[in-house]
């Protein structure tokens, strides 16, 4: 009989949901306590925004989180990802930290002094140089809050209010009409925040507004050997028209298409969102989706009719996961918000032809077809042809789960690996259920099919098809078994 009660299980069914879940975390759920009714509640990342949260503050909920994940027979696995500022202006701090009124209509100036405290009248940036002329708009958290420049003064700029609302610290500023070229990719405090990266073993980084390969680049020496997975925030048009070449050189792909839509026209966003979803299909690397996914569940119980529309057309366009922000940082509904998204999803996951993304993932891969992809393929129909309950992939660094999860099999896929880092990571990406190995190398095959048959996914005498890379030190994603079995009685 069934013993894990996993998070991927929906609460109350035998559905399995492939849709992931990245959780913001904030005052609201960094209790150790609240922590861990994220994971049970079905989080399968934990995210630690670096701009809006302190060294300190990171590392404790690290250490809350890992030691309930590391403790002896627990079987969940959870990615944790640090989100890295990267070129991206921000405002400043305010007087009393607290978020101030603005009003339409009213002068508002930004200075050019970051020691300056803001208030209800004044605000400074992390971009200080003048480049600004009178008339250009400045947008500030994802154009909630919009100014036009009236005059130019010796140490800031007068602006008049276009829209009341509220505005809060460290929030995303953009120009809308400009382009800002002498932004470094790493400022000297995301030097710091890679390293306390790297420190804490963190199994991935996010870092914001990458512009081209050269941004990815630079990212990944300062990463050097750590293992760390590097995903790329796609939030500018620089970024968007390279995104090709962004996707190439990273791990994977956060779209943040708040960001995004202050500086392309929104009707734009829409389009290149399904494009880049399926770009990164195409390429087997993840993609998730994050802001304004359930805002309104920050105050409110239920999600509006649009937004549960937004995540279930995501899901059915082939998207990996979503990025919660404020719904889960500073929201009042939060265990309302996961049940939300994650009961959306798997509808939308049910609706979807997975055959067809299996079709198209085998029609643009290059042909003559290297082995790794046949076999990661011919796993996916062969268990379509036997009627498989399970694959299982056994792997060590993940290269050969994340190759079989892109051709989107219909059935649950087990990622078994004896490496800790390498389970938590897989948990970014679409239908793969991490599984870490801690028994001998000789017992995996026997221990993942008790593991599928304690999740209530196999019983004796099912098919299953189990995946293997290479030995330790083979380049990852070296493919190059795969092996029809039958679930023996437990």
């Known amino acids: 009989m069934p013993s894990i009660n996993h998070p991927s299980k929906l609460s109350n069914t035998s559905d399995i ?20 009714e994220l994971v049970k509640n079905g989080m399968n990342v934990a995210r630690l925004n670096l701009a809006h949260c302190s060294h300190e503050f990171a590392a404790q909920v690290i250490r809350d989180l890992r030691s309930y994940l590391e403790a002896p027979g627990q079987p969940l696995q959870v990615a944790i990802m640090v989100d890295i500022n990267g070129p991206k202006v921000r405002s400043g701090r305010l007087a009393d930290g607290k978020p101030v009124k603005l009003k339409k209509g009213d002068d508002f100036f930004f200075v050019n002094d970051n020691t300056v405290l803001g208030d209800a009248t004044k605000i400074s940036t992390t971009y200080t140089k003048e480049f600004l002329n009178i008339g250009d ?22 602006t008049r209010v276009e829209n009341s609302g509220w505005l809060g610290e460290n929030k995303g500023v953009t120009f809308p009409q400009r382009t800002i070229d002498d932004l470094p990719a790493i400022s000297p405090k995301d030097k710091e925040d890679i390293l306390f990266c790297i420190q804490q073993g963190v199994d991935m980084v996010s870092v914001s507004c990458m512009r081209d390969v050269e941004d990815v680049e630079e990212l990944r020496l300062l990463l050097g050997n750590s293992k760390i997975k590097l995903f790329a925030k796609v939030e500018n048009k620089r970024g968007l028209d390279n995104f090709e070449s962004i996707l190439r050189t990273s791990d994977g792909i956060v ?41 309104t569940m920050v105050s409110n119980p239920r999600p509006s009719r649009s937004e549960a529309a937004d995540v279930a057309n995501a899901v059915m366009d082939g998207v990996d996961g979503f990025v919660l922000s404020s719904e889960t940082a500073v929201g009042e509904f939060v265990s309302e918000v996961l049940d939300s998204i994650r009961s959306i999803a798997l509808q939308a996951e049910k609706a979807t032809n997975y055959l067809e993304y299996q079709a198209k993932a085998m029609k643009n891969v290059t042909k003559p077809i290297h082995v790794n992809e046949s076999i990661a393929s011919s796993s996916v129909l062969a268990a379509r042809q036997t009627g498989a309950k399970v694959i299982v992939c056994i792997t060590e660094f993940g290269g050969t789960a994340r190759m079989v999860a892109k051709y989107r099999p219909l059935i649950p896929v087990i990622a ?9 990571q897989l948990s970014a990406h679409f239908g793969l259920i991490p599984y870490y190995h801690e028994g001998e190398e000789t017992t995996v095959v026997n221990d993942s099919l008790r593991f599928a048959y304690e999740l209530g996914l196999v019983q004796p005498g099912d098919i299953a098809v189990f995946t293997a890379g290479q030995a330790a030190g083979f380049q990852e994603g070296t493919t190059t078994k795969m092996q029809l079995v039958t679930v023996p009685n437990f």
């Not at 078994?416 to 938590?424: D, E, F, H, L, Y």
């Open 17 to 36: 949901l492939k849709t992931k879940v990245v959780c913001t975390i904030g005052p609201k759920t960094a209790s150790k306590e609240q922590l861990v």
């Open 416 to 424: 078994a690996t004896r490496v800790r880092q390498t389970a938590s």
């Open 255 to 295: 779209l943040d298409r708040g960001y995004l839509g202050t500086e392309v026209a929104l009707d734009q966003v829409v389009i290149a969102q399904k494009n880049m979803i399926a770009r990164a299909n195409i390429s087997g690397k993840p993609i998730l989706i994050a802001n304004q996914i359930l805002e």
């Open 137 to 158: 708009v400045i947008s500030i958290d994802d154009g909630l809050l919009t100014f036009t420049v009236v005059e130019r003064l010796e140490n800031s700029i007068r």
